[in-house]
């Protein structure tokens, strides 16, 4: 008798391939829990295992007496959960996260450069308005997340923006924050900060994108540095 756990991935592997093969879209409503299980081979209860797993996932979106559907499968929706994840490793892993960013985040800081309006930039100065040495840790992790965000949601990519912000954990950021707080390196930050800023605006692509690698980078060392002395 197979385990529980295989009868609902093969329930959940079932349901992936029927979204994969078009059978079911975004939006669309699953056929009923009765009619779905005897197709797929699997009890109820399994498949009702398997629909949870995929509503966390935000795949799937379970509406109490209308029934279960498709959810849009956009790229932001499906990434919301690796937030989630990073949170419940806070303090660990902060240089594997950076070293992501690091890698992803100047390309789409690149490809944003084009695409961002006057509002956007206008709203970039305001975040930059007021921050210094003396701004409080939640402020400076607030401003450090829509600053890089509003970046990299221009990015035409859809998956490596959302990606992105998947990786914008405030737990891990206030860890970092806290440590530039401590080490009088907030003012060093914000001027990269301001770096990247004035490349965009000057529509040099390529210079922000240098810029934001330096920037992570540097974060980046820095971190390593505190692991190794804790």
Known sequence: MPAPHAVTDRAIDAIKQMIIDGELGPADRLPPEKELAERIGVSRNSLREAVKALSV???????????????S??????????????????GSGEEQILEVRRLLEPTAV???CSHLSEHDFARLEQLMVDLSEHSSVEELVQADI?????????????????????????TARARVWRGLTEDSAVDSTLAEHRRILDALRSGRGDLARVHAAAHIGGVESWVLKSAALD
């Open 110 to 112: 690149e490809q944003a």
């Open 146 to 170: 829509d600053f890089h965000q509003l970046i990299t949601s221009r990015c035409p990519n859809a998956y490596l923006s959302s990606m992105l912000e998947g990786l914008a954990s405030a």
């Open 73 to 90: 499968l956009a790229p932001s929706l499906l990434v919301e959960s690796l937030g989630f994840i990073l949170d419940l490793h806070h």
């Open 57 to 71: 996932i935000r795949v799937l979106d379970v509406r109490q007496g209308d029934g279960t559907y498709v959810t």
